[in-house]
């Protein structure tokens, strides 16, 4: 019962190259979502999607991040053209429903270097 | 956008004490959730709280959903050196986004 599985767990890109994250979520979970988290802060969302479809994109830069949830495999979050201020670490996290009122199951994070 | 007011930044304790925090809005939310965050990990969900005046236990943790639903405390009861950790608060309205606060790091020195 393997629970929310991201990969890689480090991740260094070189300014300007593409970074590509991955959120396999917890069997039986249709609905991932994306946060984000700076050092010495909180996690702040950033996109929230079910199989196939962008449910709620708000959190997400309007540029240069996309992300998406196809009908197999696993959750996608790309960012292009990476800067130094994408740094961060990268949060999935999925639920089976829509309101996830006992809270989510989050992955162990992807840790993102930008140099 | 919405805020959450998480006090105290930090806490330095001894191992046995009893440790209180707590999360502050001023909007108000439907669900409000505790998390523990260890060195290179996700969050961890600790308590999950639904109603407004809501008092629940999880082991010696106890958190309890504000009156008036903008508001949420946390407490560890007899702590020991496995509770060190950053400790978030998140509140959640409509849909599924979560709001967190910015975390309480707890040092439990033995």
């Known amino acids: 019962n393997a629970g929310v599985m991201q990969n890689p767990r480090h991740l260094v890109r070189r300014r300007g190259q593409e970074a590509r994250l991955r959120c396999s979520p917890m069997?039986?979970?249709?609905?991932v979502y994306w946060y984000r988290q700076l050092p010495e802060e909180g996690l702040k969302f950033m996109v929230y999607?079910?199989?196939?479809?962008?449910?709620?994109e708000s959190g997400m830069p309007k540029e240069r991040f996309s992300a998406e949830f196809p009908k197999e495999g696993p959750s996608i979050l790309r960012i292009q053209q990476v800067v130094r201020g994408d740094s961060a670490a990268y949060f999935c996290?999925?639920?089976?429903?829509?309101?996830?009122?006992?809270?989510?199951?989050f992955g162990s994070g992807t840790r993102l270097t930008v140099v | 956008g919405q805020q959450l007011n998480q006090s105290p930044q930090s806490m330095f304790i001894q191992e046995g004490e009893d440790v209180s925090m707590n999360c502050t809005s001023s909007?108000?939310?439907?669900?409000w959730l505790w998390y523990k965050q260890d060195p290179g990990e996700g969050p961890v969900l600790l308590i999950a709280?639904?109603?407004?005046?809501e008092l629940t236990s999880n082991g010696r943790l106890t958190a309890q959903f504000g009156i008036t639903r903008k508001d949420s405390f946390l407490n560890i009861s007899a702590s020991i050196p496995s509770d060190v950790g950053i400790y978030f608060c998140?509140?959640?309205?409509?849909?599924?986004?979560?709001?967190f606060g910015e975390g309480t790091q707890l040092t439990v020195n033995p």
């Open positions: 909007s108000i939310f439907n669900t």
């Open positions: 996290a999925s639920s089976p429903r829509t309101d996830a009122n006992y809270g989510y199951t």
């Open positions: 069997k039986g979970h249709s609905h």
């Open positions: 998140a509140g959640q309205t409509s849909g599924s986004r979560l709001t």
């Open positions: 709280l639904y109603k407004a005046g």
């Open positions: 999607l079910q199989k196939e479809n962008i449910i709620d």
